[in-house]
């Protein structure tokens, strides 16, 4: 039996595609293209200019030839709304709904592009594995990228069976609950099923996508949440803990308790794509503190009346957090500098301005020698 949006049977509730997520919001964006005919479908699957779309009718493979815009943040990505053709061989997607979401990170420190990874997500769950020492680092530039999007971003730490000591396993827990201000962080085994109803409970009813390195345990993770071994999985080497890439598209899939999953392959490179927000929210606490700055635009560097030198000094702020703040924020701003030649003008000018000052200071040093 097929529906169309526009047919009375069509509520959110009963639509065909409420598990996918369809729901008002998606039913009244889509209310045009009805009008012309055409199917709602969510994209599950993208690979080499074609991808599945789940419909009311089943899922259809779909050409992406009429979207094909010259910016590359606005390609067909799993977890889009799309409006296709009713039939035909082949069928094709003409259009995509307006985003809620999007997860993006920069293709390559080189070139000024963004590669949008997953769309219309709601929980962002970033899977760090406990099977090598924690990188907080990455940890905080996944989480940059995650509140950038829109997204509510989760962490798990994966392989808690292989910390068997309670206690250590709660410092673990302790050191990225600090280097991720307002964000849950559970700890899942999923060869124990420890953390896993929990995690299933925080996602269920809503669509997420899972992210992390190669042999991070992410998989796994999706098979244990699927309920069933979907998944391919590939054990990681014992030397560094890292895997081999077994995901090699986004896949988007039904959980048995409601709500989608979007699993990812492993993410070698996280660079940072206009998300200065992102790095705002994670290092929520230093932002604070520079609201208290003498100065309005203090560069916390040697400016007296620095409120983040003040709590560096008095140990209540990490070294190691300011200088990951700083250079997530350097990071972010040459991105957005290729796109932005306002900002490229002032980045130039501020080096000029460091330089002269640099040189003055060395002309009055040399003076004060003689």
């Not at 529906?3 to 209310?31: C, Q, R, V």
């Amino acid at each position: 039996m097929s529906f169309s949006a526009a047919s009375p049977e069509a509520s959110s509730a009963s639509h065909p595609l409420a598990p996918y997520g369809w729901d008002e919001g998606w039913e009244a964006e889509f209310t045009p293209y009805a009008a012309q005919g055409l199917l709602p479908g969510r994209v599950v699957r993208v690979d080499r200019g074609q991808c599945d779309v789940v419909t009311p009718g089943g899922t259809v493979r779909a050409d992406t030839e009429f979207v094909v815009p010259r910016d590359p943040l606005k390609v067909v990505c799993t977890g889009d709304w799309v409006a296709v053709d009713p039939g035909g061989d082949p069928q094709y997607v003409r259009t995509l709904l307006p985003r809620r979401t999007a997860f993006v990170r920069s293709t390559s420190s080189k070139r000024s592009e963004g590669q949008i990874l997953a769309a219309n997500v709601d929980h962002a769950i970033i899977a760090v594995p406990l099977a090598v020492e924690l990188d907080l680092g990455r940890v905080e530039r996944f989480l940059a990228l995650a509140w950038e999007s829109g997204a509510q971003p989760l962490v798990v730490l994966t392989k808690a069976d292989l910390v068997p000591d309670p206690t250590g396993l709660s410092y673990l827990v302790d050191d990225v609950e600090t280097t991720a201000p307002g964000v849950q962080v559970l700890a899942v085994s999923a060869a124990t099923g420890e953390g896993v109803d929990v995690l299933s409970a925080v996602v269920s009813g809503s669509t997420s996508v899972l992210l992390g390195i190669s042999g991070a345990g992410k998989s796994t993770l999706a098979n244990a949440l699927l309920g069933e071994d979907v998944m391919e999985v590939r054990a990681t080497r014992e030397v560094d803990g890292k895997g081999r890439h077994t995901t090699t598209t986004r896949n988007l899939l039904v959980l048995p308790g409601g709500g989608v999953l979007i699993d990812t392959p492993g993410l070698r490179g996280v660079g940072l794509w206009d998300a200065g927000q992102g790095v705002g929210q994670v290092f929520a606490e230093i932002e604070e503190l520079a609201e208290e700055c003498r100065f309005h635009d203090c560069a916390h560097g040697s400016e007296p009346g620095c409120a983040v030198l003040a709590a560096l000094e008095d140990g209540s702020l990490p070294e190691r957090r300011l200088e990951s703040y700083r250079k997530l924020l350097r990071e972010n701003q040459r991105i957005v500098a290729k796109t932005d030649a306002r900002l490229r003008a002032e980045i130039r000018r501020d080096w000029r301005l460091k330089g002269a000052e640099g040189r003055a200071a060395m002309e009055a040093k040399r003076g004060r020698i003689r």
